[in-house]
């Protein structure tokens, strides 16, 4: 079975400030998909930014950014340029696919502040 | 918003009740999965349909079951309730069963007394 760590369960960051949030994770398969997720006070799920194992390249969006090391099982976030809309908690989420079946694994969460 | 709605929002309920929660996936999304987010358990894969058929089960109760209609839309059915069931229940739905991007619903809350 897979397992997702997020060891941070609070972290903090000023506005404009770049923040890195920690991710690991356990299987034994080699194709997989990885995922942050953001949970805002609203509760909705919103998908941040996802990585396909098989790529090498680093996925960005905009000011979001993973460091993807596959050999260490690692999957860290960077925000750059933190805005108080980024208040959040923040998910880790493992994907394997088999066959038709897919599901979601997800870390413990890591809850981010940005303050003034 | 992600084009996947829930109803209700919100369900309060007493223990030995039975609920039903509804989710309609986005236009075009066969896939349809569901999962808790509670504050001991954190969010948990509960199950998936793919075009009204199960294709994966994951830590889901026994009290608990699901369906997807020939519409797409999906039910989950919460028996015989209890303090421990009080948790978020989110639906997600992709496109295919192969699609890894999942769209989630804005939750139902259920508080059971």
């Known amino acids: 079975a897979q397992t997702v760590t997020q060891s941070q369960p609070e972290m903090s960051v000023q506005e404009a400030e770049t923040v890195t949030l920690s991710c690991t994770y356990d299987?034994?398969?080699?194709?997989?998909?990885l995922f942050w997720y953001k949970q805002p006070p609203s509760r909705q799920m919103i998908l941040v930014i996802r990585q396909e194992a098989y790529k090498q390249q680093n996925a960005t969006e905009n000011r979001f950014s993973v460091n993807f090391q596959k050999a260490a099982k690692s999957f860290s976030l960077k925000i750059s340029d933190s805005q108080l809309g980024d208040t959040a908690m923040y998910f880790c989420a493992f994907m394997k696919l088999a066959g038709t079946a897919s599901k979601l694994t997800f870390g413990t969460g890591t809850r981010l502040q940005v303050t003034l | 918003d992600s084009g996947v709605t829930q109803t209700p929002k919100h369900l309060i309920t007493a223990t030995g009740q039975r609920v039903t929660l509804r989710c309609s996936p986005r236009s075009g999304d066969l896939s349809v999965y569901w999962y808790q987010q509670s504050l001991d358990q954190g969010l948990q894969f509960l199950i998936q349909?793919?075009?009204?058929?199960?294709?994966a089960k994951g830590n889901i109760l026994e009290r608990f079951s699901a369906q997807q209609f020939p519409d797409l839309h999906s039910e989950l059915n919460l028996s015989s309730l209890e303090l421990g069931d009080s948790a978020l229940y989110f639906c997600?739905?992709?496109?295919?069963?192969?699609?890894?991007?999942?769209?989630f619903g804005p939750g139902t809350r259920l508080t059971v007394t």
């Open positions: 997600a739905s992709s496109v295919t069963a192969h699609t890894y991007e999942q769209y």
């Open positions: 299987t034994s398969e080699n194709n997989y998909y």
């Open positions: 349909y793919y075009n009204g058929e199960e294709r």
